[in-house]
């Protein structure tokens, strides 16, 4: 096993690319997934409401996180796509999983991904497009801003 410390600049580099992955996977699913598989994007989150809280149980809604993103991209039926995010996976994911128990990130989460699947269900290419992008490009920001207190 190799470990390779990346610093905060490369990890925002890497999940900025990430976004611009994410919002092409948006943009090919509008136009490409059956309405089921889209729908099914909605089960990763079925367990979690007004009265049972994402924060009240993060390690059990960053699964539920990471497994949509990985779900998102897998939609879009290119194995480039699905290929390149798991690679930037391998170097963000630990940084994806910090961010996450944040009362500031986990608080937008839920809704921003019910609305990028609202978007897909819509076929709104552009908003589906736009909604995976600034979802992600948060966490970037989040991290540029916060990462010091990560590492």
């Not at 998102?72 to 910090?98: C, W």
């Not at 490009?137 to 989040?142: D, K, T, V, Y």
Request: net charge negative; proline share 2%.
């Amino acid at each position: 096993i190799i470990v390779v410390r990346r610093t905060k600049a490369e990890i925002v580099d890497m999940i900025r690319a990430w976004a611009a992955l994410e919002s092409m996977a948006a943009r090919l699913i509008t136009t490409i997934a059956r309405k089921k598989d889209i729908s099914a994007l909605r089960d990763f989150f079925k367990d979690f409401d007004q009265e049972r809280l994402p924060q009240d149980h993060v390690d059990e809604y960053s699964k539920a996180n990471i497994a949509f993103h990985q779900a998102l991209i897998s939609l879009s039926e290119s194995p480039t796509l699905v290929d390149m995010t798991n690679d930037i996976l391998l170097h963000v994911r630990g940084y994806r999983q910090l961010t996450i128990g944040r009362t500031e990130r986990i608080a937008a989460s839920l809704p921003e991904h019910l609305a990028i699947i609202e978007a897909l269900e819509e076929r709104n290419t552009e908003l589906a497009e736009k909604r995976a992008r600034d979802h992600t490009l948060g966490l970037a920001a989040f991290v540029e801003a916060h990462g010091q207190e990560m590492v």
